[in-house]
């Protein structure tokens, strides 16, 4: 059984702070997605990494995949209040069609 | 470009009424559907998810049963609600792999 642990679940930081969360997964899969969800809303896509070394970045978010070792990481650079959310990671089992979802990083970003 | 749409975005209903909550894609043929429940605070729950027309896959046995009437039509209902229905029900489409694209969300409260 496929299983997706995140950590940690709930992260405070002052802004300008640099962060990871990280996203471990228990079964081969080459494709990941992170998601953010903001307080009462849906989710959004934020990055879909999709083989061992991808990197992708987006403003002060960068995400990276490591197959072999089954992990992903999210990493905050210099942090600011707009990035205050709910991250999810998601792995894909590839032989249905279904995501496997982490519990979610509660981030809160204190001014 | 694809776009979903699920309504109502709130709803509160008694214990023991029905429930139908709908959602619909456009742009897209034949795309795989999901119904996702979110308790609060928590990870995503799948609950149902469907790769054509009739063909529903249940994932946790439950209250709710879910129907696709047409294509791009996907519809989570309930009989008799419990009190354990209440959470943030989300709608998501994919094609192809399972990268999910998400609705809105309706947030549902039995009372």
């Known amino acids: 059984e496929l299983k997706v642990e995140q950590n940690p679940l709930f992260l405070s930081m002052q802004e300008g702070k640099n962060y990871t969360i990280y996203c471990n997964y228990s079964t081969t899969s080459d494709r990941l997605y992170w998601y953010r969800q903001d307080p009462g809303k849906s989710l959004e896509s934020l990055f879909v990494?999709?083989?061992n070394g991808a990197v992708k970045q987006e403003g002060r978010l960068m995400a990276s995949l490591d197959t072999k070792a089954r992990l992903s990481t999210l990493h905050i650079t210099a942090a600011v209040h707009d990035l205050s959310a709910t991250y999810f990671c998601?792995?894909?089992?590839?032989?249905?069609?279904?995501?496997?979802w982490g519990a979610g990083t509660k981030l809160i970003i204190k001014p | 470009s694809q776009t979903i749409h699920q309504w109502p975005a709130t709803l509160v209903q008694p214990v023991g009424s029905p429930l139908s909550l709908e959602c619909t894609v456009e742009g897209t043929s034949n795309p795989n559907l999901y119904w996702y429940r979110q308790a609060a605070g928590r990870g995503l729950q799948l609950l149902f998810y469907?790769?054509?027309?009739?063909?529903i896959s249940s994932e946790v046995p439950q209250n709710l049963s879910a129907s696709r009437p047409q294509d791009r039509q996907f519809i989570l209902s309930s009989k008799k609600l419990l009190l354990s229905d209440s959470g943030f029900y989300l709608c998501a489409w994919s094609v192809l792999r399972p990268e999910a694209f998400f609705g809105q969300g309706t947030r549902l409260t039995v009372v």
């Open positions: 990494l999709l083989s």
């Open positions: 998601a792995v894909d089992m590839a032989s249905n069609y279904q995501l496997i």
């Open positions: 469907s790769v054509g027309i009739g063909q």
